[in-house]
């Protein structure tokens, strides 16, 4: 397995402190905390294909070749689950433009949302809560699903033709659980679709990160995990250590120690990419990028390349 970091960390999304990192400043800080690869996510600032054309792809390439790092993945952040035909042909399109791009950075997979309700800015800093309910005009679940259903049917010929697999993660609304993707790569049938499972998706809560739900979860998923994020705060020991803390009370820790070792008995050998994908708040304070961030992704690094490496 490999270690990995999301652009969507660097992106300006969860900080106001400086500007978004560019691309080459995202690879560069990647490279510079040990990183094996890279994910770049297909929105502004990154890599939306409202800005990318073929020698803009190019030099981003070419830089992380120079580096050393993979250009392991992209993101898109896609919403099939519609019943509005211009919004369901709008996001056909974006993600029809985004497997072009991915293809045009050498990248193998991509990663696909069933749905997506996206996000707003308070103050310059991203929040999910006044998107917390998906927009459905009205349509029943069932309806939402079969949207979903066309719309990655359509999207995997696109997927075959640019040599591109779509990796959908198990990440809600609509998917409620890791059993709902697996469900969803089954009925499309192609191997140009496969899961990206994360371990915090799974739930913030006791019951679904306990040993035997994450061994079992992980081994379901088994040879159609191509992709894995993972989303968690960290603090350094006086030893030396690396230790995962709470960034909400409310939240269960995330079994990554059972997660990675189950990935590896299942001959898991893919990639694990950090992601800070949340707001840094602590102490009643909206932390920075420069103050906080930046280091969480040093000691990311460091936590899942030691439980990588060691012997079960």
Not at 21 to 37: H, I, N, P, R
Request: proline residues 4%.
């Amino acid at each position: 397995m490999k270690v990995g970091l999301y652009s969507i960390s660097c992106s300006g999304t969860w900080f106001n402190d400086r500007p978004a990192l560019t691309v080459e400043e995202f690879m560069d800080t990647a490279k510079k905390f040990g990183y094996d690869g890279v994910e770049i996510d297909l929105k502004r600032p990154h890599g939306s294909p409202l800005d990318l054309d073929e020698k803009r792809c190019k030099e981003i390439k070419d830089y992380a070749d120079k580096l050393g790092l993979e250009i392991y993945a992209t993101a898109a952040n896609n919403c099939f689950a519609s019943i509005v035909p211009e919004k369901i042909e709008a996001e056909l399109l974006f993600v029809r433009e985004q497997i072009k791009i991915t293809a045009m950075l050498g990248a193998p997979v991509m990663r696909v949302f069933a749905a997506w309700r996206g996000i707003t800015k308070r103050d310059g800093i991203a929040t999910y809560e006044p998107t917390h309910e998906l927009e459905t005009h009205g349509a029943l679940a069932y309806q939402l699903k079969q949207s979903v259903i066309a719309c990655l049917q359509e999207a995997v010929k696109w997927a075959e033709e640019y040599g591109v697999v779509l990796a959908l993660q198990n990440h809600e609304p609509v998917i409620k659980d890791y059993r709902d993707m697996i469900e969803y790569v089954q009925i499309i049938d192609s191997p140009w679709l496969k899961c990206c499972f994360d371990a915090p998706c799974c739930g913030y809560y006791e019951a679904v990160q306990t040993d035997e739900y994450m061994q079992k979860a992980t081994r379901d998923v088994g040879d159609l995990q191509v992709l894995s994020h993972a989303n968690a705060e960290f603090k350094e020991n006086e030893d030396g250590s690396i230790e995962m803390i709470k960034y909400d009370n409310q939240m269960a820790l995330t079994n990554y120690p059972m997660f990675v070792k189950t990935l590896k008995e299942v001959g898991y050998e893919g990639y694990i990419g950090y992601e800070f994908c949340h707001m840094p708040f602590h102490g009643g304070k909206i932390l920075g990028y420069s103050d906080y961030i930046e280091n969480q992704i040093r000691l990311a690094q460091k936590y899942f390349r030691g439980l990588m490496e060691q012997d079960n």
